[in-house]
T-cell receptor, first 111, second 115 residues
Framework: GEDVEQSLFLSVREGDSSVINCTYT??????LYWYKQEPGAGLQLLTY?????DMKQDQRLTVLLNKKDKHLSLRIADTQTGDSAIYFC???????????FGIGTKLQVIP | KAGVTQTPRYLIKTRGQQVTLSCSPI?????VSWYQQTPGQGLQFLFEYFSETQRNKGNFPGRFSGRQFSNSRSEMNVSTLELGDSALYLC??????????????FGDGTRLSIL
C-alpha cells in the first residue's frame, strides 16, 4: 500500500535555508503536495508538483522530485520565524485513491 | 471566495455521548474528505464524499459515520464517544475525486475534547 515518510523535526537559524524531506512508496503517484500547518489552524496548501516534473520554484519555495528514488524535498530559502510550523508531504496515487499524508515535519526557526 | 468552514471550532463532550460536526466546502467543490489528527498518529483519513456518495473509507470503527447533502455540505457523526476520540477533526474540499491538479483545501478544524 501507499506510505509517505518524513522526519519529525528540523531546527534552523533565521536566514538559513531549510530542507524538508519526504519519501513515498507508490510509484504511480501523479501529484505530490506540500502543506503547512500553523498552531490551531488547518492545513494550508503551499505548493504541488506533477510527477513528470523534476523541480518547481515559487518565490522562496523550491520543490525537488527524484522520481527514481521516490524522494521529494521542500527547500525554504531565507527561512523566517513565521515559517515555524508543521509541514506535511502528501501524495495522490494514480487512478483515483485517497490522498496519503506523511506524519509531518515540525520546523523550528531560531531567531 | 470563502474557504472551507467547519463548525463548531471547539467542542467538549463526555464519554458515551455522540457528536455531529459540520463542514461547508468551498463554493463549487463537490468532494469533501474528513481526517482525524492526533499528536501520535498524525493525519488519519476517515472518509470522502462526492455527489452525496461515500467514495472511500479509512480504517475507523462504525461509530464514525458521515454524509453529504445535495449542496455538498457534509457532516460527520461520532457515536458512543471514547476518550481516544479526542482530536482535531479536519475537513477538506476539492473540485472532485481523482483530480490531482485540484488539491484539497482544508478548514481550520473542530477541536473535540472528551472528558
Amino acid at each position: 500500500g501507499e506510505d509517505v515518510e518524513q522526519s519529525l523535526f528540523l531546527s534552523v537559524r533565521e536566514g538559513d535555508s531549510s530542507v524538508i524531506n519526504c519519501t513515498y512508496t507508490d510509484s504511480s503517484s501523479t501529484y505530490l503536495y506540500w502543506y503547512k500547518q500553523e498552531p490551531g489552524a488547518g492545513l494550508q496548501l503551499l505548493t504541488y508538483i506533477f510527477s513528470n516534473m523534476d523541480m518547481k520554484q515559487d518565490q522562496r519555495l523550491t520543490v525537488l522530485l527524484n522520481k527514481k528514488d521516490k524522494h521529494l524535498s521542500l527547500r525554504i530559502a531565507d527561512t523566517q520565524t513565521g515559517d515555524s510550523a508543521i509541514y506535511f508531504c502528501a501524495e495522490v496515487p494514480g487512478g483515483y485513491q485517497k490522498v496519503t499524508f506523511g506524519i509531518g515535519t515540525k520546523l523550528q526557526v531560531i531567531p | 471566495k470563502a474557504g472551507v468552514t467547519q463548525t463548531p471550532r471547539y467542542l467538549i463532550k463526555t464519554r458515551g455521548q455522540q457528536v455531529t460536526l459540520s463542514c461547508s466546502p468551498i463554493s463549487g467543490h463537490r468532494s469533501v474528505s474528513w481526517y482525524q489528527q492526533t499528536p501520535g498518529q498524525g493525519l488519519q483519513f476517515l472518509f470522502e464524499y462526492f455527489s452525496e456518495t461515500q467514495r472511500n473509507k479509512g480504517n475507523f470503527p462504525g461509530r464514525f459515520s458521515g454524509r453529504q447533502f445535495s449542496n455538498s455540505r457534509s457532516e460527520m457523526n461520532v457515536s458512543t464517544l471514547e476518550l481516544g476520540d479526542s482530536a482535531l477533526y479536519l475537513c477538506a474540499s476539492s473540485l472532485g475525486p481523482g483530480q490531482g491538479n485540484q488539491p484539497q483545501h482544508f478548514g481550520d478544524g473542530t477541536r473535540l475534547s472528551i472528558l
